[in-house]
């Protein structure tokens, strides 16, 4: 008897032995996948700040446009040919547990910045020189146009914010189809990002690029004496108000009345001083390439006659003088009945054909207008293709148009077919 307990004494101590090696190799096995993983962790840091720091990042779109355009073809290729264009941006929940809470004070401005994808490139390729529409064939550098295709096939917009619901922004004046990823957004500031609203230290900026002396100043115009501003524009007059009054002002309480006269007036004078130094050349008026508007050095023309803020920033002749001039735009009788045949986004009427964005056929005649007079076709459908006729879509309608010589004509507007 005693030797059997004496056995199972043994048997209890070997097996509790074993039963201690056994958990001393699992904790170490555990402190090691511990150390490992603590290592794989540091190591998946240090490689993603190292790949910041390069400038090698993954991107993740933040949501993805809803679009009165649908397809490429006839959308707008910058936001202001078509102001009356709606889309909306829903911010996608993976990327914030409340998307909501990321549009927050987003409401106190009318403008935003929206950087995309271009998704619809259909190929990764790309070159250093490319030939813009408006240019009609010439070619031009890729980074002095906004041709899609680049190395990072990646877009900027400005897009008016007409409002927020939640989270999901309501937008307008876009250029933007349907789908498209968003990476970022960002509130348009003018302050910080339009050279027209620099206000500081306007005069001595003047005095600084003015091609007079301060001595020869009384000869065009005395200090005392009161501007004659009849013989401008009411466009200068009125972007003269804009630039005195910009968002600046409301920012700079504190700048007294006397100092904004004394802005103006400095304004006035440049103007008036250039209006009367150069005076508009022949050659001028018979520019039609950008390679024809190069001034040279001791020939000024109008071209160079800056007024006010736009003394700030330039830009490439073509760009407001193009070889491609506007087109006329007008509706056949038939086309024009078909598209009052649509009602508003709003309604609720469903026996006829309804928009998804645009607020009825008035802003719908005011985008086929501004996609139309602005030539959306491309440079060898311009010049090579005997085919007139031309298609796109705009929200939910179906538009068959053609090109004339200086105009373009809607012949038919229907509903998507689903």
């Not at 990646?154 to 990823?181: N, Y």
């Not at 910080?192 to 900026?205: F, L």
């Not at 309480?253 to 005076?279: C, H, I, M, P």
Request: charge should be neutral; include cysteine; charged fraction near 25%.
């Amino acid at each position: 008897m005693r030797r059997e307990i004496k056995n199972l004494r043994q048997q209890m101590d070997g097996t509790i032995r074993a039963h201690k090696k056994q958990m001393s190799s699992l904790q170490s096995m555990l402190t090691d996948c511990k150390h490992e993983d603590r290592s794989q962790s540091v190591s998946k840091s240090s490689t993603e700040i190292s790949q910041l720091e390069q400038g090698r990042i993954q991107t993740v779109p933040i949501g993805y446009i809803s679009s009165c355009f649908t397809v490429k073809n006839g959308t707008p290729r910058q936001p202001t040919i078509c102001s009356s264009s709606r889309a909306s941006l829903k911010i996608e929940p993976s990327v914030f547990n409340n998307p909501e809470h990321s549009l927050v004070g987003l409401e106190q401005y009318s403008h935003i910045w929206i950087i995309f994808l271009f998704h619809k490139n259909g190929q990764m390729s790309y070159k250093a020189k490319v030939k813009p529409p408006r240019l009609n064939g010439q070619r031009v550098g890729v980074y002095s146009t906004r041709s899609p295709h680049r190395p990072n096939a990646l877009g900027l917009t400005l897009a008016k914010l007409e409002r927020i619901t939640g989270d999901t922004l309501h937008l307008s004046g876009v250029d933007i189809i349907a789908g498209t990823p968003v990476l970022d957004i960002k509130p348009y500031i003018p302050d910080y990002d339009s050279p027209k609203t620099r206000r500081d230290d306007t005069s001595s900026e003047y005095r600084q690029t003015s091609p007079f002396t301060d001595s020869q100043m009384p000869q065009v115009m005395g200090l005392d004496e009161e501007p004659n501003i009849s013989g401008t524009s009411s466009e200068s007059s009125s972007e003269l108000r804009d630039c005195a009054a910009g968002p600046s002002d409301f920012s700079q309480s504190e700048r007294s009345g006397s100092s904004d006269v004394t802005d103006v007036l400095a304004e006035v004078k440049n103007y008036v001083r250039q209006q009367q130094l150069f005076t508009e050349s022949p050659e001028d008026k018979q520019t039609d390439s950008p390679e024809c508007t190069s001034l040279s050095t001791n020939q000024l023309s109008s071209s160079s006659l800056k007024f006010g803020c736009e003394d700030y920033s330039t830009i490439a002749a073509w760009v407001r003088a193009p070889p491609v001039s506007n087109l006329d735009v007008r509706f056949t009788a038939s086309a024009e009945k078909e598209l009052k045949e649509f009602v508003p986004c709003d309604t609720t009427d469903h026996t006829r054909p309804k928009f998804q964005f645009l607020k009825g056929p008035e802003e719908a005649v005011a985008a086929i207008k501004g996609i139309l007079s602005a030539d959306p076709r491309s440079v060898y459908r311009r010049t090579r293709c005997q085919d007139r006729l031309f298609f796109f879509t705009l929200d939910t309608a179906d538009i068959t148009c053609w090109f004339g010589d200086g105009f373009a004509e809607v012949v038919r507007v229907k509903p998507i077919q689903s």
